[in-house]
C-alpha cells in the first residue's frame, strides 16, 4: 500500500484487528465513514497556545539534554545536541506542533489513545518552503504516531523525497588552500550569509587600517551568500575545502533500541529513543552550511583546528554563534584559546530564535531593547553584552535617496511619468508559500483599499527563490507589482520607497532608520519586529489596517525624537569602528566595557550615549 501524498490523510476513530483506535487513513476513504474523523490539514489548522507549545519544546529539549546529549561527540569534544540544537529543535518544535494539534481536537481530547499510522509512509518529511538551500524538516502524521509508540515495521525513517535529494555542488572561487599555507592573522571571522558577511567585513576592514590582519572563512554554499573580496589589504578570504557540505552517512550511536524512557507532553508520551532516531536524519545528510551532516561537522572541525593552529588569531569573530557551524567554531576557538566575539546581524525577539542561547565571550547587540534578550540568553561564564548598534547600517547614511527612488520607478513604470504616485517595498522573508500569498493578499488588497496609486516592489530575501513571486505579478489591475533583483534586495531600494512593509525583516529598522515609514504585517498571534511597540512602526492585520495606515501618511508627522530608534538600534555611523575598538581592547588585556571612546560620525550627536559593555552576569 501507498499511502497518500502529502496532507491527504485523516485521523479516524476505526477498528484494527476487532479493536478500536485512532487510525491514519486516506482522505478518500475518510469521507465515506461515519465515525469521529478530521483530516490532516483540518487537524494543523486549528488554533493553539504557541506560549505553551514553546515551553513544551523547552521541555522536551531538556529531556533530550539529560537523556542523550552525550550519545554522539566530536574527536574535540562537542556533542551532537550542542552543535545540532537548532535544526533538532526545530524538528521537535513541528512535534510539539502536531501534538497541540490532537490535544485541541475534541475528539481526541475526549478519548485520548494510541494512533495506528499509515504503512509505508516516511517518518520525517519536508514542509513547503521558499528558502533556495534551507530544508524545512517536519514529522509526518505516520512519526507521530510512532513517536506515540505504534509499531512500524515498513515505514522508512526517510521517504523518496528526501532520499533522493540531489547532492549540494559548490565551486569555490579559489582553490581552498591548506592551513599551513594561511597568513598570521589578528582575527579569524566566519561568514556563511551575506548578512554575515556585510556585518562583519566593515569591522574587519576597519582593523586592517588601523594595521590588523583578518582571516574570513567563507562557508557559504549557496553562491550568493558567498562573502565577497575585501578591497582593503589585510582582509583575507579562505573557502573550505571542496566538497566539505556534501557529506552523508548513518550516525549509528544515534540509532538506539526502544527502552520505555518518555517525556511528556500534554496528554502525549514521546518515546525518547524514537525521538532520537528521528533526529538522526537531520545528521546524517548533507543540508549545506546551515544543516550540515554530523560527517561534515566532524571534518570541519579538523579542519577548523588546522586553520586556527596555523593563524594564530586573538579573536574569533562571528554573526551566529547558535547554528551548526557558529557553535562548533565557539567550540574550536575557546580550545584554542582565543577570545569569542558575536556581532548581532538581525532583530531579535523572544520568540524569533531558533535556541535562546549565545556561546560567545563578547556579545554585541543593537540596541538597548536586546540587552535583557542577550544577558538572559548568555552561556560563557565570563560574558559581556556591549550594546553598540550594526556595522552595516553605519553606510545607511550615504544612501542615495534619488537614485534608489529611479530604480523603483522604472521598475514599476513603462515610461517616465507613467508609474504609481507612490511606492511601497515590500521586504520579505523565506515563508511557505501559503504565508507568502496571505500577506501578498494583505498588503495588495490594502494598497488598492489605499487608492492614491499606489504601487508595490517585493524585495525578496537574500536566500528566497524568486519563483514563488510570479503568480503575483501576474495579478490584473492595480496595483502595479514588480519583483526587486535579489541582488539589490531591501535595502538597496527601501530609503526611495514611500513606505516598507514586512513581517520581521530586519530592513524594518533600516527603514526606521532613515526615515521611511514602516508597517508591519502579521496576525495578532504573529511575531513581528517589534517596532510597533516603539511608536516606530503600525502594525497591519488585515487589509483595512494596510489602508489606514497608507492613508495617515498623507498628513503631517510629527518628527522622530532619538530615543525610540536607540532602544531598536544605536546608529552613529561608527558601529564597526566601536566593534573593532572592543576587539583590540580585549585582546591588549584592557577593560572593555569602561574605556569606550567615541567619534562621532558627521552629523551626529555627540551628547547621546555611547555603546556600553555590561557584565551579563
Same mark, same amino acid.
Given at each position: 500500500?501507498?499511502?497518500?501524498?502529502?496532507?491527504?490523510?485523516?485521523?479516524?476513530?476505526?477498528?484494527?484487528?476487532?479493536?478500536?483506535?485512532?487510525?491514519?487513513?486516506?482522505?478518500?476513504?475518510? =469521507?465515506?465513514?461515519?465515525?469521529?474523523?478530521?483530516?490532516?490539514?483540518?487537524?494543523?489548522?486549528?488554533?493553539?497556545?504557541?506560549?505553551?507549545?514553546?515551553?513544551?519544546?523547552?521541555?522536551?529539549?531538556?529531556?533530550?539534554?539529560?537523556?542523550?546529549?552525550?550519545?554522539?561527540?566530536?574527536?574535540?569534544?562537542?556533542?551532537?545536541?550542542?552543535?545540532?540544537?537548532?535544526?533538532?529543535?526545530?524538528?521537535?518544535?513541528?512535534?510539539?506542533?502536531?501534538?497541540?494539534?490532537?490535544?485541541?481536537?475534541?475528539?481526541?481530547?475526549?478519548?485520548?489513545?494510541?494512533?495506528?499510522?499509515?504503512?509505508?509512509?516516511?517518518?520525517?518529511?519536508?514542509?513547503?518552503?521558499?528558502?533556495?538551500?534551507?530544508?524545512?524538516?517536519?514529522?509526518?502524521?505516520?512519526?507521530?504516531?510512532?513517536?506515540?509508540?505504534? +509499531?512500524?515495521?515498513?515505514?522508512?525513517?526517510?521517504?523518496?523525497?528526501?532520499?533522493?535529494?540531489?547532492?549540494?555542488?559548490?565551486?569555490?572561487?579559489?582553490?581552498?588552500?591548506?592551513?599551513?599555507?594561511?597568513?598570521?592573522?589578528?582575527?579569524?571571522?566566519?561568514?556563511?550569509?551575506?548578512?554575515?558577511?556585510?556585518?562583519?567585513?566593515?569591522?574587519?576592514?576597519?582593523?586592517?587600517?588601523?594595521?590588523?590582519?583578518?582571516?574570513?572563512?567563507?562557508? !557559504?554554499?549557496?553562491?550568493?551568500?558567498?562573502?565577497?573580496? &575585501?578591497?582593503?589589504?589585510?582582509?583575507?578570504?579562505?573557502?573550505?575545502?571542496?566538497?566539505?557540505? *556534501?557529506?552523508?552517512?548513518?550516525?549509528?550511536?544515534?540509532?538506539?533500541?526502544?527502552?520505555?524512557?518518555?517525556?511528556?507532553?500534554?496528554?502525549?508520551?514521546?518515546?525518547?529513543?524514537?525521538?532520537?532516531?528521528?533526529?538522526?536524519?537531520?545528521?546524517?545528510?548533507?543540508?549545506?552550511?546551515?544543516?550540515?551532516?554530523?560527517?561534515?561537522?566532524?571534518?570541519?572541525?579538523?579542519?577548523?583546528?588546522?586553520?586556527?593552529?596555523?593563524?594564530?588569531?586573538?579573536?574569533?569573530?562571528?554573526? *551566529?554563534?547558535?547554528?551548526?557551524?557558529?557553535?562548533?567554531?565557539?567550540?574550536?576557538?575557546?580550545?584554542?584559546?582565543?577570545?569569542?566575539?558575536?556581532?548581532?546581524?538581525? +532583530?531579535?525577539?523572544?520568540?524569533?530564535?531558533?535556541?535562546?542561547?549565545?556561546? &560567545?565571550?563578547?556579545?554585541?547587540?543593537?540596541?538597548?531593547?536586546?540587552?535583557?534578550?542577550?544577558?538572559?540568553?548568555?552561556?560563557?561564564?565570563?560574558?559581556?553584552?556591549?550594546?553598540?548598534?550594526?556595522?552595516?547600517?553605519?553606510?545607511?547614511?550615504?544612501?542615495?535617496?534619488?537614485?534608489?527612488?529611479?530604480?523603483?520607478?522604472?521598475?514599476?513604470?513603462?515610461?517616465?511619468?507613467?508609474?504609481?504616485?507612490?511606492?511601497?517595498?515590500?521586504?520579505?522573508?523565506?515563508?511557505?508559500?501559503?504565508?507568502?500569498?496571505?500577506?501578498?493578499?494583505?498588503?495588495?488588497?490594502?494598497?488598492?483599499?489605499?487608492?492614491? *496609486?499606489?504601487?508595490?516592489?517585493?524585495?525578496?530575501?537574500?536566500?528566497?527563490?524568486?519563483?514563488?513571486?510570479?503568480?503575483?505579478?501576474?495579478?490584473? %489591475?492595480?496595483?502595479?507589482?514588480?519583483? !526587486?533583483?535579489?541582488?539589490?534586495?531591501?535595502?538597496?531600494?527601501?530609503?526611495?520607497?514611500?513606505?516598507?512593509?514586512?513581517?520581521?525583516?530586519?530592513?524594518?529598522?533600516?527603514?526606521?532608520?532613515?526615515?521611511?515609514?514602516?508597517?508591519?504585517?502579521?496576525?495578532?498571534?504573529?511575531?513581528?519586529?517589534?517596532?510597533?511597540?516603539?511608536?516606530?512602526?503600525?502594525?497591519?492585520?488585515?487589509?483595512?489596517?494596510?489602508?489606514?495606515?497608507?492613508?495617515?501618511?498623507?498628513?503631517?508627522?510629527?518628527?522622530?525624537?532619538?530615543?525610540?530608534?536607540?532602544?531598536?538600534?544605536?546608529?552613529?555611523?561608527?558601529?564597526? =569602528?566601536?566593534?573593532?575598538?572592543?576587539?583590540?581592547?580585549?585582546?591588549? %588585556?584592557?577593560?572593555?566595557?569602561?574605556?569606550?571612546?567615541?567619534?562621532?560620525?558627521?552629523?551626529?550627536?555627540?551628547?547621546?550615549?555611547?555603546?556600553?559593555?555590561?557584565?551579563?552576569?
Amino acid at each position: 500500500m501507498t499511502p497518500p501524498k502529502g496532507n491527504a490523510l485523516g485521523i479516524a476513530w476505526d477498528k484494527f484487528n476487532g479493536k478500536p483506535l485512532w487510525t491514519l487513513i486516506g482522505e478518500g476513504a475518510l =469521507a465515506t465513514m461515519k465515525s469521529d474523523r478530521i483530516t490532516a490539514s483540518e487537524l494543523e489548522a486549528l488554533p493553539f497556545d504557541a506560549r505553551e507549545a514553546e515551553a513544551q519544546v523547552d521541555q522536551v529539549m531538556e529531556a533530550l539534554e539529560t537523556y542523550g546529549a552525550d550519545l554522539a561527540r566530536t574527536p574535540g569534544g562537542a556533542g551532537w545536541l550542542y552543535v545540532q540544537h537548532v535544526p533538532a529543535r526545530r524538528l521537535v518544535a513541528q512535534v510539539v506542533r502536531k501534538l497541540a494539534a490532537l490535544s485541541a481536537w475534541e475528539p481526541f481530547a475526549k478519548a485520548p489513545g494510541p494512533l495506528r499510522l499509515a504503512p509505508h509512509e516516511g517518518l520525517v518529511g519536508l514542509r513547503p518552503s521558499s528558502s533556495r538551500e534551507y530544508r524545512a524538516y517536519t514529522v509526518t502524521w505516520s512519526g507521530i504516531a510512532y513517536l506515540l509508540g505504534a +509499531a512500524a515495521p515498513h515505514n522508512p525513517l526517510r521517504p523518496a523525497q528526501l532520499r533522493n535529494l540531489p547532492p549540494l555542488s559548490v565551486a569555490a572561487a579559489v582553490p581552498s588552500p591548506t592551513p599551513s599555507e594561511l597568513p598570521l592573522s589578528e582575527v579569524v571571522a566566519l561568514s556563511w550569509s551575506s548578512r554575515h558577511a556585510a556585518t562583519l567585513l566593515p569591522v574587519l576592514e576597519e582593523l586592517a587600517r588601523n594595521g590588523r590582519p583578518s582571516l574570513v572563512v567563507d562557508l !557559504a554554499t549557496d553562491p550568493a551568500e558567498g562573502c565577497p573580496a &575585501s578591497g582593503v589589504a589585510g582582509v583575507n578570504l579562505c573557502p573550505p575545502p571542496t566538497g566539505l557540505f *556534501n557529506l552523508s552517512g548513518a550516525v549509528d550511536a544515534l540509532r538506539l533500541q526502544d527502552d520505555g524512557r518518555v517525556v511528556r507532553v500534554d496528554v502525549h508520551e514521546v518515546q525518547l529513543a524514537r525521538l532520537v532516531r528521528l533526529l538522526s536524519v537531520l545528521l546524517e545528510t548533507g543540508g549545506g552550511c546551515t544543516q550540515p551532516s554530523w560527517q561534515s561537522v566532524v571534518r570541519a572541525e579538523t579542519w577548523l583546528d588546522g586553520v586556527l593552529a596555523a593563524a594564530r588569531p586573538h579573536t574569533v569573530l562571528v554573526s *551566529n554563534d547558535t547554528s551548526p557551524l557558529g557553535a562548533l567554531t565557539v567550540h574550536v576557538a575557546q580550545r584554542h584559546g582565543a577570545n569569542t566575539v558575536h556581532v548581532q546581524h538581525g +532583530a531579535w525577539t523572544a520568540e524569533s530564535v531558533a535556541r535562546p542561547a549565545l556561546h &560567545s565571550r563578547d556579545i554585541v547587540v543593537m540596541g538597548q531593547r536586546d540587552l535583557p534578550l542577550a544577558k538572559a540568553w548568555v552561556r560563557h561564564p565570563d560574558a559581556e553584552v556591549h550594546v553598540l548598534g550594526q556595522p552595516r547600517f553605519d553606510a545607511l547614511a550615504g544612501l542615495d535617496r534619488e537614485a534608489q527612488r529611479r530604480y523603483l520607478e522604472n521598475l514599476l513604470g513603462p515610461g517616465p511619468g507613467q508609474g504609481p504616485a507612490r511606492i511601497a517595498v515590500w521586504a520579505c522573508q523565506p515563508f511557505g508559500p501559503d504565508r507568502l500569498k496571505a500577506q501578498a493578499d494583505l498588503l495588495l488588497d490594502g494598497l488598492w483599499k489605499a487608492g492614491g *496609486n499606489w504601487g508595490l516592489v517585493i524585495a525578496p530575501h537574500p536566500a528566497q527563490s524568486v519563483d514563488v513571486f510570479a503568480p503575483l505579478i501576474e495579478r490584473d %489591475g492595480r496595483p502595479l507589482v514588480a519583483v !526587486a533583483d535579489p541582488r539589490v534586495g531591501a535595502r538597496g531600494c527601501l530609503a526611495g520607497a514611500d513606505a516598507l512593509a514586512s513581517a520581521y525583516s530586519t530592513c524594518g529598522i533600516e527603514a526606521t532608520l532613515v526615515g521611511v515609514p514602516v508597517l508591519e504585517l502579521g496576525s495578532p498571534g504573529e511575531r513581528t519586529l517589534g517596532l510597533s511597540d516603539h511608536g516606530l512602526a503600525r502594525r497591519c492585520s488585515t487589509a483595512d489596517d494596510v489602508a489606514d495606515a497608507l492613508v495617515a501618511l498623507r498628513g503631517p508627522r510629527p518628527p522622530a525624537g532619538r530615543a525610540a530608534p536607540d532602544a531598536v538600534c544605536r546608529w552613529r555611523g561608527d558601529s564597526a =569602528a566601536q566593534v573593532a575598538r572592543l576587539i583590540t581592547r580585549r585582546a591588549d %588585556g584592557h577593560d572593555t566595557h569602561s574605556h569606550h571612546v567615541h567619534h562621532d560620525a558627521r552629523g551626529t550627536d555627540s551628547g547621546l550615549p555611547q555603546g556600553e559593555g555590561a557584565p551579563a552576569r
